[in-house]
């Protein structure tokens, strides 16, 4: 073994990296060291996507005569085939889940703060490309549900200003979803979106591996460490162990999903371009934020149209989201920051929200359900929960910063108890939080800055 | 809103009459005429706005009023110009100029007039749209500018005199519908034979023979002002509303009290109420299968014949032969028959009843007391002990085949969710749909050769389902063992992996320990 | 050394317990993935994804003898007959009706459902009886060497 390693060190010198990779270090202390994990768990899913997509790919015929039957053939006919695709399926899902929550650890700890903003950067890109995945794989079996869902989410692509009309046609390989459509997603999900996607988890890596992990903040350097070779190591390659249990049994139990809407993927009937769409029609449960916010919009509105309008301030808030390192001044001179924890929570809260309801909590079942009735009932859960979040900072954390999170629970409560539409009560939001911002401006007084060493 | 109708007007430049109607403002300060009416008006051919000005010149369009309600109509722009060429429709549709039992209005229900004087089922009339209007029947021409006495008493008031004597309907239309020429030059295609086939049928004799103006007649079932053809879902004669138009006279007691039927006994009123329980009557009204029979599939539609006389029953077994041919022809090379005929029986409706006729289940051929079989067996046949063991065997079979399907068709759902292939199942569940099919129908041999032609393939195809199931029960459990196994051991991996890393941190305190 | 003996005898004996765990788990842990992977890879016998489907050597002489053969594909039934010129001809043996299986008539040049009498021409038109719309027609080829293909495809709507 030592001499293989010899052989190669005269050759590439190998020691110095050796040693740094010998001496490196995970900052430990507190309660943050559960969310290092969460970076290796969403990398652990992409690999297993790779290797399970590679094998799906041995029997996969792209067509429209041939997508969904050789998808067919694999569950039925090919030995674990069966499997395999249902292990893609669920991984896919549970990497965008450990996605979101390794993103949402590392906004509230403020691991984007100097020096690690493009780590930030790189990991927001490879969010979008996550979910570029999720949606070029959907139309993959050429089934019903994918076709439908397919058909409504390149639709929205005709609200992009300017390009708009010229987007949705590069996308779709023609005026409507057909197998052109097929062909270019296909092309999309297994070459261009992997190599992109390998060559930026390559740079994040880096960048982690080079600068260590972020430390809690008010520290610039851990004062204790765990070695990363191997004891972080061997704890990450636990955790992954785990991870392939959960995912074994998921994929064993339940083959076709959870059952919930939005997240199933039982393969159905093929998909018919000539059919009417079937009520229920939702897309995958990480874009129902979206869908339900596009709903919420009138047709036309400040001299656009609705959709227009919606996916503008999508971009808006996206565009924020990206740009949080520079935007967090506080978190760069390493101070505690409660406002941009406080911008997470909202986001949270507006997310969650209108996911829920997109999912119809509320409705009875029916077929078309009375929004108001989703909206009251999926506005008790939230407000519920923005409460206990409330409680949590204000107690254990000492925020003091809630402007952000109450105004998005304002709009909720609003919306959902008092019937305002949704539109006018974020409206009402807004002006709140434009308030809150000019009074915080205008005060007397210097801001003191809480002690350091308070948790953010 | 004067000066925008007079604007409107203007804009599309209206005649002078109309231009007075249009403007006419009522006694309380607004427009007669509606925004609705004033926009249909706009949108009418320009011939058929000059019609309705000539009308309002000769003042046979009365007032605004009486304009508004005919634009009130939902009517295509052809029958408003047939109606406004018609002096009789025009008359008699201003609530100015004729009284409540005469006016042809909108809603007869609002404006308290004659039911059968319904304007909006008129303009729908299959005669009035081919250009028969009101002169055709009553008499007189569409110009007259008043109506003759002698029309008048044609129809009397009275609506005792007119329902005294109906003997001369089926007559007077089929002056025009047993003229096979005149007829050609509407719809060539049309029969017209029902005159001949009515007098023959014993509505036809009741009314015709006997003067009983009970008796259903043309109108009876057509209608009369709002005729639609047959192939309308309006109709009163579609498919799925001849049973609700036969059922006014003969599910209604006290209307056929004193009718009896060829054997002596009062005719029975539950005929609709027994066939809405029937196969054809769900398929026919609940699901929506127009191939199956209503009343007239199996009655005929003019020529009803009703009576069970002797030559009647073999007619009766050919009405069910129609649709099912199959059934029909092993029971005439069956056993069967030559009993049947002897005891004057006739074929299908003996078991199978005649308005309630069933979804037949396997319980008519059980061997006990109770079942059709058995009972019919033990009255009329008692010599033929083989018969029972027959039965016995139909029924074995069928309870098999049935009890199987069932069976495979409850774990289709199970084993689908459970992410195995039902595919080769559902087509077995198919196969074994047509197989149990098929050996009922062969029941009517009364020969276990015939049945068994068919029952024995039901019963391999039920045994090749069970087969699939049990391999697909097999094929589950060997994936929870599987996937058991693998979990085993990834936890011993992963238990090693954490005694490992604990290990390693007793390790590394004792590194530190260590001086 | 001094502080030899039983502490570290004992960590040893547990290290080797430990190690045979790991062993041992992670032998059975690969094996779980290689051998489903190994089945997975192996390619299966010539039936592949359903499409064009080729008729047996037995459906080919039944079809010659009874002049009408039914085949599945999956859930579906197909008729496949000759027709009058000699023309190799596929419909959906399935009736618009209630779903029995048809049966082709060569006397009279019709397919007929024994259900509730009916009727369709030989390129799936209604004739007459209960049945609401067309039987689906198939393309049915021969191939060069003389096996027969049906597409089970719907065969387009011709213009």
């Known amino acids: 073994m030592s001499r293989a390693f010899d052989w190669l060190d005269k050759r590439y010198g190998l020691t110095p990296l050796v040693d740094f990779l010998k001496h490196k270090e995970v900052p430990v202390g507190g309660h943050s060291m559960v969310w290092y994990y969460l970076g290796g768990t969403t990398l652990f899913f992409f690999a297993s996507q790779v290797c399970t997509g590679l094998l799906l790919l041995l029997f996969y015929q792209p067509g429209e005569a041939t997508a969904y039957e050789s998808i067919r053939f694999i569950t039925t006919k090919v030995p674990f085939g069966w499997l395999v695709r249902s292990l893609h399926c669920w991984s896919a899902h549970l990497m965008i889940v450990s996605l979101i929550v390794h993103m949402f650890s590392t906004f509230f700890l403020k691991a984007y703060r100097p020096p690690r903003e493009l780590s930030w950067v790189t990991g927001f890109v490879l969010f979008m490309l996550a979910l570029g995945f999720g949606f070029s794989g959907y139309l993959l079996p050429w089934n019903e549900l994918a076709f439908f869902a397919t058909s409504v989410g390149t639709d929205s692509m005709k609200a992009v200003p300017g390009i708009g009309d010229w987007l949705l046609q590069v996308l779709r390989g023609g005026t409507d979803v057909s197998a052109q459509t097929l062909y270019r997603f296909f092309a999309l999900h297994v070459v261009a979106l992997p190599l992109i996607t390998v060559g930026l988890v390559g740079g994040h890596l880096l960048f982690i591996q080079r600068q260590g992990m972020a430390p809690a903040m008010g520290t610039h350097v851990a004062r204790r460490g765990l070695r990363f070779f191997p004891d972080f190591l061997l704890r990450d390659l636990l955790l992954w162990l785990l991870c392939l249990i959960l995912l074994a049994t998921l994929a064993v139990s339940l083959p076709y999903g959870p059952g919930l809407p939005g997240v199933e993927w039982e393969l159905g009937k093929k998909a018919n371009p000539l059919a009417p769409a079937y009520p229920g029609i939702k897309p995958e449960w990480y874009f129902l934020w979206v869908y339900q916010l596009l709903k919420e919009f009138p047709p036309h509105i400040l001299g656009m149209e609705g959709p227009q309008a919606a996916i503008l301030l999508v971009s808006v808030m996206l565009g924020i989201w990206a740009a949080v390192p520079w935007l967090d001044r506080r978190a760069q001179r390493d101070e505690s920051s409660t406002a941009f924890s406080d911008l997470g929570v909202a986001a949270i809260l507006f997310v969650g929200y209108l996911t829920l309801k997109a999912w119809d909590i509320g ?32 107690f254990a954390y000492q925020h003091r910063f809630f402007l952000l999170s109450g105004a998005a629970t304002l709009q909720i409560a609003l919306h959902g108890f008092l019937r305002v539409s949704y539109l006018n009560a974020g409206i009402v939001s807004v002006l709140l939080i434009a308030a809150g911002f000019a009074y915080l401006r205008l005060r007397p007084g210097p801001s003191v800055p809480p002690r350091l060493g308070v948790a953010p | 809103m004067i000066a925008l109708a007079l604007l409107l007007a203007a804009a599309i430049e209206y005649s002078a009459p109309l231009k007075q109607f249009v403007g006419a403002v009522g006694k309380d300060g607004k427009p007669v005429l509606t925004q609705g009416q004033l926009h249909t008006l706009d949108g009418l051919p320009e011939h058929t706005r000059e019609l309705l000005s000539t009308a309002i010149d000769n003042q046979i369009i009365g007032s605004a009023k009486h304009l508004g309600i005919l634009l009130s109509v939902d009517m295509p722009a052809q029958s408003l110009a047939l109606v406004a060429q018609d002096n009789c429709v025009l008359c008699h549709t201003d609530p100015g100029n004729v009284k409540a039992r005469s006016l042809f209005s909108p809603d007869p229900k609002v404006s308290n007039s004659n039911p059968l004087l319904n304007l909006t089922e008129f303009v729908n009339d299959t005669h009035f749209r081919q250009g028969l209007s009101c002169s055709g029947c009553h008499g007189g021409t569409p110009k007259d500018e008043s109506m003759a006495n002698e029309i008048a008493q044609r129809w009397p008031s009275d609506p005792g005199l007119r329902h005294a004597d109906r003997t001369w309907i089926p007559g007077f239309c089929a002056r025009c519908h047993s003229d096979p020429a005149f007829m050609r030059g509407f719809s060539p295609a049309m029969p017209t034979d029902q005159l001949v086939k009515y007098q023959q049928s014993k509505h036809g004799t009741l009314l015709l023979g006997e003067h009983d103006s009970k008796a259903a007649q043309c109108v009876s079932c057509h209608g009369v002002h709002g005729i639609r053809g047959a192939k309308s879902r309006n109709s009163k004669v579609y498919a799925q509303r001849i049973p609700e138009t036969c059922g006014t006279c003969h599910a209604d007691a006290q209307y056929m009290a004193g009718y009896k039927n060829v054997n002596g006994d009062p005719l029975p009123t539950n005929q609709l109420a027994q066939y809405k329980l029937s196969v054809h009557g769900k398929a026919l009204l609940e699901k929506g299968d127009l191939g199956a029979p209503a009343c007239n599939g199996c009655h005929g539609n003019h020529g009803n014949n009703v009576a069970a006389t002797a030559v009647a029953v ?19 090379a069956s056993k069967h028959k030559k009993a049947f005929d002897e005891h004057q029986w006739p074929a299908c409706e003996q078991c199978h009843g005649r308005h309630q006729i069933m979804k037949p289940t396997d319980a008519l051929l059980a061997n006990e007391p109770g079942a059709l079989c058995f009972d019919c067996h033990a009255k009329y046949s008692k010599e033929n002990l083989a018969c029972g063991k027959t039965a016995a065997h139909f029924k074995g079979a069928l309870t098999q085949l049935g009890e199987g399907k069932a069976e495979l068709s409850g774990t289709v759902e199970h084993l689908a969710e459970a992410g195995l292939d039902v595919e080769p199942l559902t087509g077995v569940i198919g196969e074994l749909s047509e197989a149990v099919v098929q050996t009922r129908t062969r029941v009517h ?22 087969k699939l199931v049990a391999d697909a029960r097999a094929e589950h459990g060997f994936r929870r063992k599987g996937l058991l196994m693998a979990i085993g051991s990834l936890l011993l991996l992963a238990s090693g992996l954490a005694f490992k890393i604990r290990g390693l941190g007793s390790r590394a305190s004792d590194d530190e320990k260590r001086p | 050394m001094p502080d030899e003996g039983c502490p570290l005898k004992k960590k040893r004996s547990r290290r080797g317990f430990i190690d045979i765990m790991l062993g041992l788990g992670f032998m059975g842990s690969t094996a779980s993935v290689v051998y489903p992977v190994l089945r997975y890879l192996k390619p299966l016998g010539p039936s592949g994804a359903q499409g064009p489907m080729k008729l047996t050597k037995e459906d080919q002489a039944k079809l010659e003898r009874e002049h009408m053969l039914i085949v599945r594909s999956g859930t579906t039934r197909i008729l496949v007959f000759e027709d009058g010129q000699q023309k190799l001809r596929a419909l959906d043996a399935r009736c618009t009706h209630e779903g029995c299986t048809v049966q082709f008539v060569p006397g009279e040049s019709l397919i007929w459902c024994a259900c509730h009498n009916g009727k369709f021409d030989l390129d799936g038109r209604v004739l007459s009886g209960p049945p609401p719309r067309p039987l689906a027609q198939y393309s049915c080829t021969r191939e060069a060497d003389g096996s027969l293909v049906v597409n089970t495809d719907r065969k387009k709507e011709e213009a």
Not at chain 1, 364 to 393: E, H, Y
């Open chain 1, 363 to 394: 409705g009875k079942g029916l077929k078309v359900p009375d929004t108001f009735a989703v909206a009251r009932a999926t506005s008790i859960i939230t407000v519920i929960v923005a409460a206990a979040i409330f409680a949590l900072r204000r």
């Open chain 2, 314 to 332: 073999a007619s009766f077994s050919q009405a069910c032969r129609t649709c099912h041919p199959t059934n029909a022809s092993l029971f005439e």
């Open chain 2, 445 to 466: 041999s009364f020969d276990q050769g015939t049945f068994d032609s068919a029952a024995t393939p039901g019963l391999e195809t039920l045994a090749r389902g069970r």
